[in-house]
C-alpha cells in the first residue's frame, strides 16, 4: 500500500514565539521541526508498510523553504520520498487555502488515486484540526478522526477512537484519510542509518504553478478568518514556597481548598 503523510513545520515550542505586526501571523523566522503531532502519523505509515512488506510511504508539506526540515526528518525516520509545496504566493494562508493546496499535491504525487492519507490529529502551532476534515472534503475521501488504533484489511480500515465515556470502533472503505493521535503508537528516532540513507531519497518541490492552483485563491489575501489581534500571556507568577516546619501537610491541603481543587 501507498500511504501519504501530510507533515507540517512549525515552529519550536521551547522557542519565544512572536506575532508580525504587519499581518498578525506568527513569526516563522524562529528554529522550527517537524510537527511532533506528525511524527505519529508518519510512524503509523512506516508500520503499515513494513508489516505489509510492499508499499510506500510519501511525505507531503506544504510551507516556506524552512519546511524542508520537516521533511527531512520524516525521511530519516524511513518515509521513502517527500514532496514540498513552496510559493511565496501561499504565505498566510488559512486551513481552507492550506487545504486547497495539500489536495492538489496529494493527487499530484498519488496520479490522482490516493490508498490512505494519513495526518496528525492538528498542529502544533496553528492548532486549527481542520485541515485533515478539509483535505477529505476536497479528495472525496471518508475521513475518521483521532484514530489511537489503526488497522489495514481489505479494503478497509478500521480505527479506535478514544472518548471520553467509550471507545469507538469505525471502520471505512479504502481509500480514506485518517488522523492519528498520539497515542497511536511511540515514533522511531532516526537511526544513524537512517540519516545517511534520507540524504539520496528524492524530493520533489512544486510551486502553485505545478499544481494549477490559481495564487488569487491562496495565501492572506485570500484567507476566510484572519487574526484581527493578539495580546502576549502575561507571565507567570511566582509560585507560593512553602516550608515545612512539622505543619506543611496542613498548609498544602489549606492551599488546595482555597483553589477549589478540594
Ligand atoms: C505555506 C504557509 C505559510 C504560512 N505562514 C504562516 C505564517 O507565517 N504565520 C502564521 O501564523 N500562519 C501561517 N500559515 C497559516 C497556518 O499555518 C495555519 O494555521 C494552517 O495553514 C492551517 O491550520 P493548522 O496548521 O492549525 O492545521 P491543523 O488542522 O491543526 O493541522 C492538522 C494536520 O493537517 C496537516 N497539515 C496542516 N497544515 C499542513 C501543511 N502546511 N503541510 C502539510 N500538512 C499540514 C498535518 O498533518 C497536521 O497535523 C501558513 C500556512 C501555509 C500553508
Known sequence: MNIVVCVKHVPDA??????????????????????ELD????????????????????????????????????????????????????????AVGTSLVLAKAVEKATDGSPELVLTGMSSTDGVMGVVPAMLAERLGLPQVTYASELTVGEGRVTIRRDGDVASETIEAALPALVSVTDQINEPRYPSFKGIMAAKKKPVETWSLADLGVDADDVGLGAAWTSVVAFAKRPPREQGQIVTDEGEGGAKLAEFLSAQKFL
Do not use: C, W
Not at 521551547?14 to 510537527?35: C, H, K, M, P
Not at 524552512?66 to 509545496?85: S, Y
Open 14 to 35: 521551547q522557542s519565544d514565539r512572536t506575532f508580525q505586526e504587519s499581518d498578525n501571523t506568527v513569526d516563522r523566522a524562529v528554529d522550527g521541526l517537524l510537527s
Open 39 to 94: 511524527e505519529y502519523a508518519v510512524e503509523e505509515a512506516l508500520k503499515i508498510v513494513e508489516a505489509a512488506g510492499e508499499g510506500e510511504v510519501t511525505v507531503v508539506t506544504v510551507g516556506p523553504a524552512a519546511a524542508a526540515d520537516a521533511l527531512k526528518k520524516a525521511l530519516q525516520m524511513g518515509a521513502h520520498k517527500a514532496v514540498h509545496v513552496q510559493d511565496d504566493a501561499i504565505h498566510g494562508s488559512d
